[in-house]
Each structure stands twice: as structure tokens, then as C-alpha cells.
């Protein structure tokens, strides 16, 4: 799949992508582990240590956990609008130097929090600038590799998520439980200053960079797209169906993953169905499990839509074949929240995962196919604002409904979503027609 006749630099730009993703990761979950920590627990209620925690304090806390979640959430669905704007503004380079800048901040700062309100605007923070992540990535990736290449390049970039879980899982637990709580946010927060340096040493625009021969500039550039002068808004790209497409594969998906990363910690903690329950010291292997099984949906299914095209296929009907591939390979989570074998469990989440980002890549990449270069802060600003909305909307209320009805309706409400939009992204845009702007 990989083209390196032309040579292999545009690589090391998805390399230096899937870093920053990893770390972006990493610094967003730390909190789905600490939330299963007594210690925090008690601090984040008011009270004293050593203090039992009744039933009636767990479920107050899961409801508050609840709002600091979406505290999150509103920060990066407004963080992307104003992200989007400013990467095509000042340049993918300096955009993202200032996203990393201050959610690294905040991630430093989370660990220095002695109430739930202090917890919520240091997560608002931190929403705020990993909001850049995405719209960074994916326009760096527009900027670095042909159409053909870009699913593909997105499914490698993209995994880096899951690797973030991955680290997560294993290094927060530990640093927790033998240094506190707040050192795993501060220890994991100072690790976006490194992807800071890497990415200002690294990255250019092709035509910019002195690294880049001329063969794989031609390469990069053989599918490039006429561009205009003309300013383009946000009401502008409103009024293009394509861009309700991706904001509607965004609204519907994106907040299932971020349930998946914020909840699944308590689910292996508390359900009530599963006959064996997890902490803090055995929590780490589940967690191994789902995201290298993610790690490799993210880049099977990124691949199996561009190979289908290299092979004939139209792009219409290659990513959304691929995309419908994912939904189905989604609804039998819902079994998840009734078995009571915790290895049932991990498998179906894992599937799950996997076509999540499997989905992502390619919901990400159609924005790609249909928007040129110029918009494409803009339009993921705005598609990941409908996803990160979708996402407040649904992590306001899952405390709530954890606490008053378990995890089925919140695992049938994840099961069914990928199907229901994959169907208005059809109805939106049919053929995946590129838009002139």
C-alpha cells in the first residue's frame, strides 16, 4: 500500500501525526482512570480522607463526573470552530503549535485541582486546545498525500488514539497508585511539550520543505486542486449538503467513542451484569486488549477503502461500503451489557472499537474527497463541532442514566448509531460530489 518509489518523507509526517494523536489521547483519558481512584473520589466530593463511600456518594459522584465530562465536550465542539478557523488562518504549523500549546497547559493544570468546578475549567482548557488535533491532522494530511494515500494515511495517524488508550491504561494506574492522582496528570500533560518540539522541527508545507525531493513532491502534488482566492466562510460552507454529511457522521459517532473512553474504566468497575469486577491494579489488560484491536480496525478498514478504489472501485462506493462494513460490525456491542463473562465483554467492545475507528478514518477522509485543501480546517472545525456537541449532549445525560437504568440503554443507543448515520450521509450526499467553493 505504501508508495516509496517517490519517496518516503510525506511518511514521516504521518509518523510525527500519530505521535501527536497518541499524546492527545493520552492527556484527554486520564481522568476516565482516575475516576476509579477512592482517593479522587473522595477529594472531588468534599470528603475527608479515609471517609467510607456509600452507595449514595458513588452515585452523586457518577453524576458529577457526568457534567465534568461534558465541561469537556462544550470546550471541544467550541474549540473546533474556533481551531478550524485559526489552523486555516495561520497555517497548519502555527495552528497546531498552539493547540498543543494549550491543552498541554491544561493537562499540567488538572493535576492541581481541589474541587469539581476546578476540575470542570481545566477540562473546559484542555477541550479547548486538543480541539486542533484533528483539524490539523487531517489538513496535514490533504497537504501531504494524494487522494489515493489519504484514507490509508488517516487509518495510520488515527490509530495513534488508540495506542493513547493503550499507554493510558497501563502508566496512569500505576503513576495513581503509587504517586497520586495528580502526578498522572501532570506527568502526562508535560508529555505535549516533547510532541510540540517534534512537530516544529518537522513539519512544512511540501512545497516549503527543504527535505523533500523533488519526485515526491510531484507525487504529493498529482492530484492537486485549482484553488481561488476567494474567502471562504463558515455560512458559505453551510449552505453545501456535503458539509451536513460530515457533521451528521460526526453528531452520531463521535459521541459513542467518547463514551467508549470516559465510561468503559466504571463499566469494568461497577456493572452490574459482569460476575468479575476490575480496579485500579488489573484494570490495564481489558484496556490492551480493545485498543490494539482498535489500533487495527483503524488501519484495516483506512485501507480497505483506498485499496478498493486502487482497484476500480468509485470513491463514492468505497468508503461508504467500508463505512457500512464498520456499523454492522458495531450493533452486537449491545450484548456487551448483558453477558456476564467479562472476556464476552471485552471482545464485543473491541470489535466495536475497531470499526469506530474505522469509521472515523474514512468519515474523515470523505470530508477530504469532497472539500478542497484551502477549507478543510473549516469544514472538519465544523463536522467535529457537531460531533463534539453530540458528545456534550450524551455525557450530560449518561450519568444519569447510568445511575437510573445501567449500561443497556446506553450500549443500545452506541449499537445502532453508526447505521442511522451512515444513512443520512447517504441521503446528503449521494455520489460524494466535490464541492466548488
Same mark, same amino acid.
Given at each position: 500500500?505504501?508508495?516509496?518509489?517517490?519517496?518516503?518523507?510525506?511518511?514521516?509526517?504521518?509518523?510525527?501525526?500519530?505521535?501527536?494523536?497518541?499524546?492527545?489521547?493520552?492527556?484527554? #483519558?486520564?481522568?476516565?482512570?482516575?475516576?476509579?481512584?477512592?482517593?479522587?473520589? =473522595?477529594? @472531588? +466530593? &468534599? !470528603?475527608? *480522607?479515609?471517609?467510607?463511600?456509600?452507595?449514595?456518594?458513588?452515585?452523586?459522584?457518577?453524576?458529577?463526573?457526568?457534567?465534568?465530562?461534558?465541561?469537556?465536550?462544550?470546550?471541544?465542539?467550541?474549540?473546533?470552530?474556533?481551531?478550524?478557523?485559526?489552523?486555516?488562518?495561520?497555517?497548519?504549523?502555527?495552528?497546531?503549535?498552539?493547540?498543543?500549546?494549550?491543552?498541554?497547559?491544561?493537562?499540567?493544570? #488538572?493535576?492541581?485541582?481541589?474541587?469539581?468546578?476546578?476540575?470542570?475549567?481545566? =477540562?473546559? @482548557? +484542555? &477541550? !479547548?486546545? *486538543?480541539?486542533?488535533?484533528f483539524p490539523s491532522a487531517i489538513k496535514s494530511v490533504a497537504e501531504w498525500f494524494p487522494k489515493k494515500e489519504r484514507a490509508f494515511a488517516t487509518g495510520l495517524f488515527n490509530a495513534g488514539a488508540n495506542i493513547g488508550v493503550i499507554v493510558?491504561?497501563?502508566?496512569?494506574?500505576?503513576?495513581?497508585?503509587?504517586?497520586?492522582?495528580?502526578?498522572?496528570?501532570?506527568?502526562?500533560?508535560?508529555?505535549?511539550?516533547?510532541?510540540?518540539?517534534?512537530?516544529?522541527?518537522?513539519? =512544512?508545507?511540501?512545497?516549503?520543505?527543504?527535505?523533500?525531493?523533488?519526485?515526491?513532491?510531484?507525487?504529493?502534488?498529482?492530484?492537486?486542486?485549482?484553488?481561488?482566492?476567494?474567502?471562504?466562510?463558515?455560512?458559505?460552507?453551510?449552505?453545501?449538503?456535503?458539509?451536513?454529511?460530515?457533521?451528521?457522521?460526526?453528531?452520531?459517532?463521535?459521541?459513542?467513542?467518547?463514551?467508549?473512553?470516559?465510561?468503559?474504566?466504571?463499566?469494568?468497575?461497577?456493572?452490574?451484569?459482569?460476575?468479575?469486577?476490575?480496579?485500579?491494579?488489573?484494570?490495564?489488560?481489558?484496556?490492551?486488549?480493545?485498543?490494539?484491536?482498535?489500533?487495527?480496525?483503524?488501519?484495516?478498514?483506512?485501507?480497505?477503502?483506498?485499496?478498493?478504489?486502487?482497484?476500480?472501485?468509485?470513491?463514492?462506493?468505497?468508503?461508504?461500503?467500508?463505512?457500512?462494513?464498520?456499523?454492522?460490525?458495531?450493533?452486537?456491542?449491545?450484548?456487551?451489557?448483558?453477558?456476564?463473562?467479562?472476556?464476552?465483554?471485552?471482545?464485543?467492545?473491541?470489535?466495536?472499537?475497531?470499526?469506530?475507528?474505522?469509521?472515523?478514518?474514512?468519515?474523515?477522509?470523505?470530508?477530504?474527497?469532497?472539500?478542497?485543501?484551502?477549507?478543510?480546517?473549516?469544514?472538519?472545525?465544523?463536522?467535529?463541532?457537531?460531533?463534539?456537541?453530540?458528545?456534550?449532549?450524551?455525557?450530560?445525560?449518561?450519568?444519569?442514566?447510568?445511575?437510573q437504568f445501567g449500561y443497556v440503554p446506553l450500549f443500545v443507543i452506541a449499537g445502532s448509531a453508526y447505521l442511522l448515520a451512515l444513512l443520512i450521509v447517504h441521503l446528503l450526499a449521494p455520489n460524494l460530489k466535490k464541492v466548488e467553493v
Amino acid at each position: 500500500m505504501l508508495n516509496t518509489s517517490a519517496g518516503n518523507y510525506r511518511w514521516r509526517i504521518c509518523a510525527v501525526l500519530f505521535f501527536a494523536t497518541t499524546v492527545n489521547y493520552i492527556d484527554r #483519558n486520564v481522568l476516565s482512570f482516575t475516576m476509579i481512584d477512592e482517593v479522587f473520589r =473522595r477529594e @472531588m +466530593l &468534599g !470528603l475527608p *480522607e479515609g471517609a467510607p463511600l456509600t452507595d449514595a456518594h458513588l452515585a452523586r459522584f457518577k453524576e458529577l463526573m457526568g457534567f465534568v465530562d461534558a465541561a469537556f465536550k462544550l470546550a471541544y465542539a467550541i474549540g473546533f470552530l474556533l481551531m478550524g478557523y485559526v489552523i486555516d488562518k495561520l497555517g497548519t504549523r502555527k495552528g497546531f503549535s498552539l493547540a498543543i500549546t494549550v491543552w498541554s497547559i491544561a493537562g499540567v493544570l #488538572n493535576g492541581f485541582t481541589n474541587s469539581v468546578k476546578q476540575l470542570s475549567l481545566t =477540562r473546559f @482548557m +484542555l &477541550g !479547548l486546545g *486538543e480541539a486542533g488535533n484533528f483539524p490539523s491532522a487531517i489538513k496535514s494530511v490533504a497537504e501531504w498525500f494524494p487522494k489515493k494515500e489519504r484514507a490509508f494515511a488517516t487509518g495510520l495517524f488515527n490509530a495513534g488514539a488508540n495506542i493513547g488508550v493503550i499507554v493510558t491504561a497501563l502508566a496512569v494506574p500505576f503513576i495513581t497508585i503509587h504517586y497520586g492522582w495528580r502526578m498522572s496528570f501532570i506527568v502526562t500533560g508535560l508529555l505535549g511539550f516533547a510532541v510540540l518540539i517534534v512537530w516544529r522541527m518537522v513539519y =512544512r508545507k511540501p512545497e516549503e520543505h527543504p527535505q523533500l525531493s523533488n519526485t515526491e513532491l510531484d507525487y504529493i502534488l498529482s492530484d492537486k486542486e485549482e484553488t481561488t482566492e476567494e474567502k471562504t466562510t463558515w455560512w458559505k460552507l453551510l449552505r453545501h449538503r456535503q458539509t451536513w454529511a460530515f457533521a451528521a457522521g460526526k453528531f452520531l459517532a463521535d459521541p459513542i467513542w467518547y463514551f467508549y473512553l470516559t465510561w468503559l474504566p466504571d463499566f469494568f468497575n461497577s456493572s452490574e451484569s459482569l460476575e468479575e469486577k476490575l480496579d485500579l491494579k488489573n484494570i490495564g489488560i481489558p484496556f490492551i486488549i480493545i485498543y490494539l484491536v482498535s489500533d487495527a480496525g483503524s488501519v484495516f478498514f483506512g485501507w480497505l477503502s483506498s485499496k478498493l478504489i486502487q482497484q476500480g472501485w468509485s470513491v463514492n462506493k468505497a468508503r461508504k461500503f467500508t463505512m457500512l462494513l464498520c456499523a454492522l460490525c458495531v450493533l452486537p456491542i449491545v450484548f456487551a451489557s448483558v453477558t456476564k463473562s467479562i472476556y464476552v465483554a471485552v471482545a464485543l467492545i473491541a470489535l466495536a472499537a475497531a470499526a469506530h475507528q474505522g469509521w472515523s478514518a474514512n468519515v474523515f477522509t470523505i470530508a477530504s474527497d469532497m472539500f478542497p485543501k484551502k477549507t478543510l480546517g473549516k469544514v472538519v472545525g465544523i463536522g467535529s463541532m457537531f460531533g463534539a456537541t453530540g458528545g456534550v449532549l450524551f455525557a450530560a445525560s449518561t450519568g444519569i442514566i447510568r445511575v437510573q437504568f445501567g449500561y443497556v440503554p446506553l450500549f443500545v443507543i452506541a449499537g445502532s448509531a453508526y447505521l442511522l448515520a451512515l444513512l443520512i450521509v447517504h441521503l446528503l450526499a449521494p455520489n460524494l460530489k466535490k464541492v466548488e467553493v
